[in-house]
């Protein structure tokens, strides 16, 4: 541990973190699916202080076109970080990090997506990072999730990221910057709800085995609450309300005059009205 470690207290004694969560304890998520109109499908996940916006394209002619699989389709993503998203100015474009991350991201993705449906195409995934504070590859694997549902394109389940670290000796789950830059380890993942297939596993820094078992334990118990908020903003996005369906709904035709029928007087037979 080097001396800015030691200086900066990131456990407290009543066992709180310098966010004032508890070590269990996610920070606020919140996610919209839809928010920009001239993508196939897209979404916006605030997570803490991360800001990612998702926009998906496709499944579309896969360009290069020597790129093109003939009996799949291909999951082409591209996670990039604003120069404005962190405190210094971030130098623009893609670099080692950013292309790791898009890669690990594509992989994870491919193993959902029914890409044998679409022979020869690509669906491209944009995950743009305006405001970054630690933990940003799992926000924008879960905003990715509800942008690709967005588009209609077939998967299996939905995609959750989430990380878990260990920060002062404690297993915490969702580090966020001060504990990624100072804990002893961080873990994201992303993980296929319905199945609890793990399709993403990072790790920088060390753990115990039975740390392990403690972050991925609570690193699945968030997904399963992040995946509700994913599901959510897809009803909110397709629900509508009965004014807005009365809106779009064509006036009710006016109702017919009531046919006129003969009515038979049983105790007075030959008498019909
Ligand atoms: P993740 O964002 O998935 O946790 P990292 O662990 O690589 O990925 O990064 C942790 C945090 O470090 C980021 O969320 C961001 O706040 C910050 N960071 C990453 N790259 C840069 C950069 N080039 N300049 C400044 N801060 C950065």
Same mark, same amino acid.
């Given at each position: 541990m080097? !001396?800015?470690?030691?200086?900066?207290?990131l456990?407290?004694?009543?066992?709180?973190?310098?966010?004032? $969560?508890?070590?269990?304890?996610?920070?606020?998520?919140?996610i919209?699916?839809?928010v920009?109109?001239?993508? !196939?499908?897209? /979404?916006?996940?605030?997570?803490?202080?991360?800001?990612?916006?998702?926009?998906?394209?496709?499944?579309?002619? /896969?360009?290069?076109?020597?790129?093109?699989?003939?009996?799949?389709a291909?999951?082409?993503? $591209?996670?990039?970080?604003?120069?404005?998203?962190?405190?210094?100015r971030?130098?623009p474009?893609?670099?080692?990090?950013?292309?790791?991350i898009s890669?690990?991201?594509?992989?994870a993705?491919?193993s959902?997506?029914?890409?044998?449906?679409?022979?020869?195409?690509? @669906?491209?995934?944009?995950m743009?990072?305006?405001?970054?504070?630690?933990?940003?590859?799992c926000?924008?694997?879960?905003?990715?999730? @509800?942008?690709? %549902?967005?588009?209609?394109v077939?998967?299996? !389940?939905?995609?959750?990221?989430? %990380?878990?670290?260990k920060?002062?000796?404690?297993v915490?789950?969702?580090?966020?910057k *001060?504990?990624?830059n100072?804990?002893?380890?961080?873990?994201?993942?992303?993980?296929?709800?319905?199945?609890?297939?793990?399709?993403?596993l990072?790790?920088?820094g060390?753990?115990?085995?039975?740390?392990? *078992?403690?972050?991925?334990?609570?690193?699945?118990?968030? /997904?399963?609450?992040?995946n509700?908020l994913?599901?959510? /903003?897809?009803?909110?996005?397709?629900?509508?309300?009965? *004014?807005?369906?009365?809106? @779009?709904?064509?006036?009710?035709p006016?109702?017919?005059?009531?046919p006129?029928? !003969?009515?038979?007087?049983?105790?007075?037979?030959?008498?019909?009205?």
């Open positions: 080097g !001396d800015t470690e030691k200086k900066v207290k456990i407290d004694s009543d066992g709180r973190r310098n966010d004032g $969560r508890m070590p269990h304890e996610l920070r606020p998520v919140k919209e699916a839809g920009l109109h001239r993508a !196939d499908g897209s /979404a916006y996940v605030e997570w803490g202080g991360n800001k990612v916006l998702a926009a998906v394209y496709g499944p579309r002619e /896969a360009h290069p076109r020597h790129l093109q699989k003939p009996t799949r291909l999951v082409q993503c $591209r996670y990039n970080m604003a120069p404005f998203s962190v405190s210094d971030k130098r474009g893609p670099d080692r990090r950013s292309n790791e890669k690990v991201i594509s992989e993705f491919s959902v997506i029914f890409l044998e449906q679409f022979p020869r195409t690509s @669906v491209d995934v944009y743009e990072v305006l405001q970054a504070e630690a933990g940003t590859r926000a924008a694997i879960t905003a990715a999730s @509800v942008a690709i %549902a967005d588009a209609g077939p998967m299996r !389940d939905l995609v959750v990221g989430c %990380a878990s670290g920060v002062g000796g404690v915490c789950l969702d580090l966020n *001060d504990e990624d100072f804990g002893e380890a961080d873990v994201p993942m992303a993980v296929v709800p319905r199945t609890g297939e793990i399709v993403l990072q790790m920088d060390h753990l115990k085995p039975e740390e392990f *078992d403690q972050a991925m334990a609570y690193s699945l118990k968030a /997904a399963e609450q992040i509700e994913q599901k959510d /903003a897809l009803r909110r996005r397709y629900s509508v309300s009965l *004014d807005e369906f009365r809106a @779009v709904q064509p006036p009710a006016e109702p017919e005059e009531e006129k029928y !003969d009515v038979y007087h049983e105790d007075q037979p030959g008498v019909v009205e």
